[in-house]
């Protein structure tokens, strides 16, 4: 395969590519915001979890948030901060570990609190015990992505919760946005006020969850730091916590790839590469959207129109699953074996989303630093396949 040229380095296709300075410029804008709407916004790992960058991080927020006992392990270890930890439900074999790791543990239920609490707080007195509210309001339009659809296994809503909440619970939690803007974000709070403000003089801590993309060109910062600024005139005692994944490596690094064959069937033409979207990248099925190709035009799904323009392509992986491609794109020249398609944007969520099914090759994670270089972060190799079925 050919390599990529444009970064001085041997590293063959496929791998992800993180650009150092791009990475610095959100976590600049993000630590800003937090600063002057004195709030604290924190890591989340779903998102993203490349923990050889954490260094680079710690210079610019203190925690991290945490769904899973190794991802709260992740945060004591390396992050070198207990986690502000949420799951949808803890276990009997993980709770205690997981309180360990923990400064804060949300729990999804009160069911999960009335089972748990007693333990955690035998093993950690210093946490800090929480629940996680449904506001039965969210603006995602994707059911997929929406935590408040009707039937949501997520959260507590206000019709159960007592009037005096447990003296151990000491805040709420509550995540409703996807790589929303500061405007939902606004017309949110007046649900989240609405509905469960009646308790806030019981708790002092507010988590607002992620999907603030504050990092996205368009996003109204100055509107989030006032929201921001306005929940604190009207709960001086509360410390408000935000928890962005994407906001993090939004447009930080890509997924660079190579064409390995171009086959035709019924008229389309597709490029074969050496990575899947459903192994590499597969929010782009379940989402579904599609990705940005660097130098190419993504065209309607319309098979007719799409065919009769010059050189389009349907874009498909290598996996055994009929359905690992996407398609149109148009070039500006006919596709050759062995060159290289970048797939932009591709570092928050699809990094931590990735798997090996088919015993498809996983990319390498490689780091643009400041002066230019590439760091090879990580390479993958067969004893990481098999190592997945010990």
Known sequence: MK??????TTLLTPYYIVDESLLRNNLQLISRVAREADIEIILAFKAFALWKLFPIFREYIHSTTASSLSEARLAFEEFGAPAHTYSPAYTDREIERIAGYSSHLTFNSLSQYARYHERVAHDNDNIKLGLRINPE??????????PCAPGTRFGVTADKLPDMLPKDITGFHCHCHCESGAD???????????KFGRWFDQIEWLNLGGGHLMTRKDYDVDLLVELMQGLHQRYPWLRIILEPGSAFAWQTGDLVASVVDIVEDKGIKTAIMDVSFTCHMPDCLEMP???????AKCLPDDAEKALAEDNVYRLGGNSCLSGDFMGYWQFDHALEVGEQLVFEDMIHYTTVKT??????????IALKTLDGAVQVLREYDYSDYKGRMD
Do not use: A
């Open 355 to 364: 798997n090996m099914f088919n015993g498809i090759s996983h990319p390498s």
């Open 289 to 295: 959207y599609h990705p940005s190709v660097r130098g």
């Open 184 to 194: 939902v974000l606004q017309r949110t709070l007046v649900h989240i006020e609405r």
């Open 137 to 146: 309001y969210s603006e995602v339009g994707t059911m997929l992505y929406n």
């Open 3 to 8: 390599q990529y040229d444009k970064s001085n």
